[in-house]
């Protein structure tokens, strides 16, 4: 999977841009403040239309601008495509896949995937569940469309559902409608905490090896998926059984969402359970430790998306290196080959000479290319 161009117009920094990248690495270098994240951004949200730093898509607009429009010419499955996306202030976004208009972004997911490692991302241990749970979700979206789609519809149900609980007091006519919105909540969760827990599994799995490979130490991390509290693993339950565990759970907590005004149950609470040692990493692990620790869950995503899609997803590290001490630098530049990278930093010359690859400067909203030497 190759994304050989990139065009950006009226998108955060840049007025106009574009560029071209290698099929291997690729250092976006530059000062801070110039674009650099911008940038991957841009080539992020290709892979379903949906930003790793804002879920408002007017965001993404340039201020000076009421439109914008990103396009990637990528090759994916053997074939080359083009998406193009076009966002603006007033309209809904609009998606064209190879010039035909597409219904959603679900259409996008295993089309063209990222999977990208920044230093928030290091906050995937120490953060809260909410960093967890979309870190789950932005993964498997971009290899499940209908997981992607089912997001989509959670989302909107539960902001409906959210809204009785918070408005029922000032209109008790709400409550006639509760029970539906609760129901759908349910069916529409079920469908996620499937997908999620067998690609925790599966991630887990991998994670656990991969940290006893950076580490080279005893300590062992363990990754675990936990939804509400009925539910010890969704897994061995048939979607019947799971489907109708919700309900049982959504009402023993029917009165005290009514009371609190808040959904209280629900796969909006779901998280990754992580230990290292025996012990809960978010509040045991050293720095080192969980940076260890969220560096294997990311790779981990690398490794599982590279398996079901047949092909490398194109991997994003946003001046993570200069977060990672030699050690896990080498381990990830060692990891990484036989796929395209695109590596965000400062001291472009040091990765260079530790990667090679093509050199692009940013600076100002502006791109500018050097072929390597």
Not at 126 to 141: F, Q, T, V, W
Not at 259 to 265: A, E, F, K, T
Not at 286 to 302: D, I, P, V, Y
Not at 324 to 342: A, H
Request: glycine share 10%.
């Amino acid at each position: 999977m190759i994304l050989n161009s990139l065009e950006l117009l009226g998108f955060r920094s840049y007025h106009s841009a574009s560029c071209s990248f290698d099929p291997g690495i690729n250092i976006i270098a530059g000062i801070n403040a110039q674009g650099k994240t911008n940038l991957l951004e841009g080539v992020y949200y290709l892979s379903g239309a949906r930003s790793f730093r804002t879920r408002t898509d007017r965001e993404l607009i340039r201020l000076e601008e009421d439109e914008a429009a990103i396009r990637g010419a990528i090759v994916s499955g053997g074939r080359e495509q083009l998406i193009d996306i076009y966002l603006s202030r007033r309209e809904r976004k609009k998606i064209f896949l190879n010039g035909v208009k597409q219904k959603n972004a679900s259409a996008l997911s295993g089309r063209f995937c990222c999977v990208l490692f920044s230093p928030e991302d290091l906050e995937l241990v120490r953060g809260g569940p909410a960093e967890r749970r979309k870190y789950m979700d932005l993964a498997i979206s971009q290899l499940r469309p209908q997981y992607a789609q089912t997001l989509g519809e959670f989302q909107k149900v539960y902001g409906e559902k959210a809204r009785i609980l918070k408005d029922w007091r000032e209109r008790p006519d709400l409550l006639e409608v509760l029970d539906d919105y609760s129901l759908s909540l349910a069916r529409l969760g079920a469908v996620l905490i499937r997908y999620r827990a067998a690609w925790c599994r599966r991630a887990g799995e991998a994670a656990e090896r991969l940290h006893g490979e950076i580490s080279g130490r005893d300590e062992k991390l363990r990754v675990g998926y936990t939804t509400v509290s009925s539910i010890e693993d969704p897994l061995d339950l048939t979607p019947a059984q799971l489907l109708e565990t919700l309900l049982l759970h959504q009402e023993k907590h029917r009165q005290a969402e009514l009371d609190s005004g808040l959904c209280l149950s629900g796969a909006h609470k779901d998280d990754l359970k992580l230990e290292i040692g025996g012990l809960p990493a978010g509040k045991y692990a050293s720095q080192g430790q969980a940076r260890t620790a969220a560096l294997a869950l990311k790779l981990a995503e690398w490794e599982l998306a590279r398996s079901d899609l047949g092909e490398s997803p194109v991997l994003l590290l946003d001046d993570v290196l200069s977060e990672l001490d030699g050690l896990r630098q080498d381990y990830v530049l060692n990891s990484i080959g036989g796929g395209q990278v695109l590596i965000t930093c400062c001291a472009s010359e040091e990765v260079r000479r530790k990667t090679g690859g093509k050199l692009i400067y940013v600076e100002g909203g502006k791109l500018r290319e050097c072929t390597s030497t």
